[in-house]
């Protein structure tokens, strides 16, 4: 669903601007981050102290996104681009990363103190001062995304410096595309949108740097989608590294997969030799019927991964309260034992200690054993 720019539920950036009379806003601004009561993202950008603080780090990622594409028109690529076309991360990037024509700017950019001129320490004073009601502000909450700026991605059959030719001359240009204001979840964007390389591209790019399992995440939702068509981008993989990477995560990919945790799960589940499940499983109970994240059919042992917003997102929980989902969790297990099934339940935690998951899955049926570090 589309959100306009007056939807409620985003944050609003604040931006320095002339007033009505005559006075530009930015000496005000100034004093209230003095004061604690805003932080600055970039340059003339702000926000409220208390909304940074209390926005989980993949808001914050947003937010750094549309500050920057509210005061420079760059094309953003590799993660920062990922997360523009909607693509699930397995972890937030700690830097943003765009394109830049000019050699001389592709390196990383330090982004602004988001405390002005005022301390730290003497900030966080001042916040809990201006904040009595709201929970501490930690110094490790007020670090910034740094902006890394990369020369345009170069097909294997072309020299940097042929590349650098190309865009001098004009016979080469950034591939782009123009997204929507809304692009970036829970943050209003600048009106003229954001401006990022194609999702077949970025996908290509960044996956062929990532480890496997960021790499799944990723394309399993690309192998869902009918708008990512990553071969006509196949000759940007310069090294027969990159390709490898790219293909042994292509190849694992699979598209019914319907969240980070559960193409992390696959990954997870395949280093510790488990057989290989059927995704996404209808199965037929006396109450209904009920799709499974995973099956193992000949077992009759299902498996659910769960995260915590299953229980308490309202996108998830369609406004039901916690012990309500919890109750129809318990009868819905009940249903699934009652026709034979084994359900197993599994989270971050058994994730990343496999040894957990190996018991969970052994005591309903399964013998999986983990003989490969994780990916």
Same mark, same amino acid.
């Given at each position: 669903?589309?959100?306009?720019?007056?939807?409620?539920?985003?944050?609003?950036?604040?931006?320095?601007?002339?007033?009505?009379?005559?006075?530009?806003?930015?000496?005000?601004?100034?004093?209230?981050?003095?004061?604690?009561?805003?932080?600055?993202?970039?340059?003339?950008?702000?926000?409220?102290?208390?909304?940074?603080?209390?926005?989980?780090?993949?808001?914050?990622?947003?937010?750094?996104?549309?500050?920057?594409?509210?005061?420079?028109?760059?094309?953003?690529?590799?993660?920062?681009?990922?997360?523009?076309?909607?693509?699930?991360?397995?972890?937030?990037?700690?830097?943003?990363?765009?394109?830049?024509?000019?050699?001389?700017?592709?390196?990383?950019?330090?982004?602004?103190?988001? &405390?002005?001129?005022?301390?730290?320490?003497?900030?966080?004073?001042?916040?809990?001062?201006?904040?009595?009601?709201?929970?501490?502000?930690?110094?490790?909450?007020?670090?910034?995304?740094?902006?890394?700026?990369?020369?345009?991605?170069?097909?294997?059959?072309?020299?940097?410096?042929?590349?650098?030719?190309?865009?001098?001359?004009?016979?080469?240009?950034?591939?782009?595309?123009?997204?929507?204001?809304?692009?970036?979840?829970?943050?209003?964007?600048?009106?003229?949108?954001?401006?990022?390389?194609?999702?077949?591209?970025?996908?290509?790019?960044?996956?062929?740097?990532?480890?496997?399992?960021?790499?799944?995440?990723?394309?399993?939702?690309?192998?869902?989608?009918?708008?990512?068509?990553?071969?006509?981008?196949?000759?940007?993989?310069? &090294?027969?590294?990159?390709?490898?990477?790219?293909?042994?995560?292509?190849?694992?990919?699979?598209?019914?997969?319907?969240?980070?945790?559960?193409?992390?799960?696959?990954?997870?589940?395949?280093?510790?030799?488990?057989?290989?499940?059927?995704?996404?499983?209808?199965?037929?109970?006396?109450?209904?019927?009920?799709?499974?994240?995973?099956?193992?059919?000949?077992?009759?042992?299902?498996?659910?991964?769960?995260?915590?917003?299953?229980?308490?997102?309202?996108?998830?929980?369609?406004?039901?309260?916690?012990?309500?989902?919890?109750?129809?969790?318990?009868?819905?297990?009940?249903?699934?034992?009652?026709?034979?099934?084994?359900?197993?339940?599994?989270?971050?935690?058994?994730?990343?200690?496999?040894?957990?998951?190996?018991?969970?899955?052994?005591?309903?049926?399964?013998?999986?054993?983990? &003989?490969?570090?994780?990916?």
């Amino acid at each position: 669903m589309s959100t306009t720019r007056n939807d409620p539920q985003r944050i609003e950036l604040i931006r320095s601007s002339w007033q009505e009379d005559g006075v530009h806003s930015s000496a005000r601004l100034v004093g209230q981050v003095d004061r604690g009561e805003l932080v600055r993202i970039r340059r003339g950008i702000y926000l409220p102290a208390h909304m940074w603080a209390a926005a989980p780090p993949w808001t914050r990622y947003g937010i750094a996104i549309s500050a920057v594409a509210m005061t420079r028109e760059l094309i953003f690529c590799r993660e920062t681009a990922l997360v523009l076309h909607g693509i699930p991360l397995l972890n937030t990037p700690s830097v943003l990363f765009a394109r830049t024509a000019n050699p001389g700017e592709a390196k990383t950019h330090a982004p602004s103190h988001m &405390t002005g001129k005022v301390p730290r320490q003497q900030f966080l004073q001042r916040y809990s001062q201006s904040h009595p009601e709201a929970a501490p502000l930690r110094a490790a909450q007020l670090r910034n995304f740094p902006t890394r700026l990369l020369e345009p991605a170069c097909p294997r059959n072309v020299s940097r410096p042929d590349q650098r030719a190309r865009i001098r001359t004009g016979k080469f240009s950034i591939p782009e595309v123009r997204l929507a204001s809304d692009a970036v979840e829970a943050v209003t964007g600048p009106a003229r949108g954001y401006r990022a390389e194609p999702l077949g591209l970025s996908a290509l790019d960044a996956t062929s740097r990532m480890s496997f399992t960021e790499a799944v995440v990723v394309l399993d939702t690309v192998k869902a989608r009918d708008d990512a068509a990553p071969e006509p981008w196949l000759h940007y993989l310069r &090294t027969h590294r990159q390709q490898a990477r790219w293909e042994r995560a292509w190849n694992f990919a699979d598209g019914r997969a319907e969240s980070a945790l559960e193409s992390e799960s696959r990954v997870v589940l395949a280093q510790v030799n488990c057989p290989a499940p059927t995704l996404q499983k209808v199965v037929r109970t006396s109450i209904g019927n009920f799709r499974m994240d995973f099956c193992w059919e000949h077992e009759r042992v299902a498996g659910e991964v769960d995260g915590k917003a299953k229980y308490f997102d309202p996108q998830y929980t369609n406004g039901a309260d916690p012990a309500e989902v919890h109750y129809r969790e318990k009868q819905r297990r009940e249903a699934l034992e009652g026709e034979g099934w084994h359900l197993v339940r599994w989270g971050k935690a058994e994730l990343r200690n496999p040894r957990e998951l190996i018991k969970r899955l052994s005591r309903a049926g399964l013998r999986p054993v983990q &003989t490969t570090p994780g990916a």
